[in-house]
């Protein structure tokens, strides 16, 4: 093995050293390392007969299942450069990232081919492994004989175009290369105390972070259950029934598991080990109820596509709601093994501890940069550090903390607003299930603080969560207004989608 790493390097031997073991388990049947290995070198010569070689950009908008588990070997086999495609994407958005990729081929369920048409209409010309309907080609493909002999692999061909949420403008192309991402899954199997024993349960989209976790899972050896959906019983089902060791969540998952165990007359949590999740930190109560029913099972990350899941990790002894924890709580820990953290003033100079700045980060697996985007990738490396978007300050003793994004920084009044900071404050009053906060442009103020309650009861009202939030915040950090929603948007990635937010209001729709 070359100390050059390409991504196949390790993944390639592991299929053979874990052959008889299972590795995915769907629905539809168990599928063991063998299984993955001849499928995979199936459609691997399948790509490549279709003119896929090492840096190619090879689509893929599947759910999670066992094809996408294929595809996404049969691209590191060759080489190639996956682009995988959120089926929560429109037809648009995926035609706007199949052409701006320049995928040579797309394996797609029948149901979204629209999205390639679209393509093909704008210039495109991506070739369509299709997977069910009437025009499936992926038995055919899988039929292929295995590619008896995989091409070689320059480590610094383009292995990843990750799209980012596109919450401003148009979605930008992450281009990683292949030893990044070598080194990147290095790192996952360093940081995610994951063993050949865990079983390990994904309900979120393998094309975000969640396909990271399922290659370490594979490196490892370690079994790995696929679902399209979060659906809380069912995990609560799989936790108990079939051993779920690992789960990787986001906290608002998190919450609807401790209110579904509480509810349950009993539940037997003795398999679980690991609740992997990132996000947003853990309110202190739910910490410790979370304690209370599984133990001490908490690890958390911080990361983003420029940098895939790890830069810092809060680890299990940190979540603790006393002590020394109960400061970390608020954090998202240390930086990895891998990984280098600063936080930076607008000159560049490092920040005083405690000192709030912009996140920056250094690691063997950032980004090579935005695909045909030379300036913002300039603007986001600079110097060998990734500028993250992110503001944050680090403590004397080297914990992160996140107080915004710097887009999401609302100044009123001449005076800086973390939202983050706002919705903390609100997340703990009674009645609030969920609170996201934004600025809207205000002739007086510049913006004005407002914040989107989803509420718990209906006693909840504006009015109540204005006159708790005078109890809670200082004059300028208070709402100025208070919007009861049903349900908060979210963009492709889950997260919560202020655009859409401020888009709302900017079109006077505040019922």
């Known amino acids: 093995m070359s100390t050059d790493l390409v991504l196949r390097d390790l993944l390639g031997p592991a299929l053979a050293r874990h052959a008889a073991r299972p590795a995915i388990v769907t629905d539809a049947r168990t599928w063991t390392?063998?299984?993955?290995?001849?499928?995979?070198?199936?459609?691997?010569?399948?790509?490549?007969?279709?003119?896929?070689?090492?840096?190619?950009?090879?689509?893929?908008?599947?759910?999670n299942g066992a094809e996408y588990v294929v595809a996404d070997l049969a691209v590191a086999l060759l080489g190639a450069a996956k682009v995988p495609l959120n089926l929560m994407l429109s037809d648009d958005e995926q035609a706007y990232m199949l052409t701006d990729s320049r995928a040579v081929v797309c394996v797609v369920t029948h149901d979204r081919l629209a999205s390639v048409e679209l393509a093909r209409d704008r210039g495109a010309d991506p070739f369509a492994i299709v997977v069910g309907?009437?025009?499936?080609?992926?038995?055919?493909?899988?039929?292929?004989?295995?590619?008896?002999?995989?091409?070689?692999?320059?480590?610094?061909?383009?292995?990843?175009?990750?799209?980012?949420?596109?919450?401003?403008?148009l979605p930008k192309g992450v281009v990683h290369q292949q030893r990044g991402l070598a080194m990147n899954l290095v790192s996952h199997l360093v940081e995610m105390e994951l063993t050949a024993e865990d079983v390990l349960l994904l309900t979120s989209p393998l094309p975000h972070s969640a396909g990271f976790l399922l290659q370490a899972a594979l490196a490892k050896g370690a079994r790995t259950m696929l679902?399209?959906?979060?659906?809380?019983?069912?995990?609560?089902?799989?936790?108990?029934?079939?051993?779920?060791?690992?789960?990787?969540?986001?906290?608002?998952?998190?919450?609807?598991?401790?209110?579904?165990?509480?509810?349950?007359d009993s539940f037997d949590a003795s398999a679980l080990r690991t609740i992997l999740y990132g996000a947003a930190p853990i309110t202190p109560d739910r910490l410790e109820q979370g304690l209370a029913l599984f133990g001490p099972v908490f690890v958390q990350l911080y990361a983003q596509s420029e940098a895939p899941n790890f830069l810092t990790r809060l680890r299990r002894d940190d979540h603790r709601a006393d002590g020394a924890g109960a400061g970390r709580l608020t954090s998202c820990g240390q930086s990895v093994l891998m990984?280098?953290?600063?936080?930076?003033?607008?000159?560049?100079?490092?920040?005083?501890?405690?000192?709030?700045?912009?996140?920056?980060?250094?690691?063997?697996?950032?980004?090579?940069?935005?695909?045909?985007?030379?300036?913002?990738?300039?603007?986001?490396?600079?110097?060998?550090?990734?500028?993250?978007?992110?503001?944050?300050?680090?403590?004397?003793?080297?914990y992160l903390h996140l107080v915004d994004r710097k887009k999401d920084m609302i100044i009123t009044g001449g005076l800086n607003v973390y939202s983050s900071e706002v919705e903390q404050v609100l997340a703990r009053l009674a009645g609030v299930k969920s609170v996201a906060v934004a600025g809207i442009p205000h002739p007086d103020w510049g913006e004005a603080v407002v914040?989107?309650?989803?509420?718990?009861?209906?006693?909840?009202?504006?009015?109540?969560?204005?006159?708790?939030?005078?109890?809670?915040?200082?004059?300028?950090?208070?709402?100025?207004?208070?919007?009861?929603?049903?349900t908060l948007p979210t963009t492709a990635v889950g997260k919560v989608d202020k655009k859409a937010l401020r888009a709302r209001m900017r079109n006077g729709d505040d019922s």
Request: aromatic letters at 6%.
């Open 451 to 486: 914040a989107f309650v989803v509420p718990a009861d209906a006693d909840v009202t504006r009015e109540s969560i204005l006159a708790a939030a005078r109890a809670e915040l200082t004059t300028y950090k208070r709402p100025k207004d208070v919007v009861l929603v049903d």
């Open 227 to 264: 679902e399209d959906r979060f659906d809380v019983e069912q995990v609560l089902d799989r936790v108990e029934r079939d051993g779920v060791s690992y789960l990787f969540l986001v906290p608002t998952m998190i919450y609807r598991l401790l209110d579904a165990v509480v509810a349950r």
């Open 33 to 63: 390392y063998a299984d993955l290995d001849v499928a995979a070198r199936s459609l691997a010569a399948a790509l490549q007969a279709n003119g896929v070689t090492p840096g190619t950009a090879v689509a893929l908008i599947l759910p």
């Open 133 to 169: 309907g009437p025009d499936d080609g992926w038995h055919a493909a899988l039929a292929t004989a295995p590619l008896p002999e995989l091409p070689p692999v320059p480590s610094d061909a383009a292995a990843l175009i990750m799209y980012t949420g596109g919450t401003t403008g």
């Open 339 to 398: 990984a280098e953290v600063r936080v930076v003033r607008e000159d560049g100079t490092p920040c005083d501890p405690d000192e709030v700045g912009e996140v920056t980060a250094r690691s063997p697996y950032t980004m090579q940069g935005y695909l045909d985007r030379p300036v913002e990738t300039a603007e986001a490396l600079r110097d060998g550090w990734l500028h993250t978007g992110d503001l944050g300050f680090l403590t004397a003793d080297g």
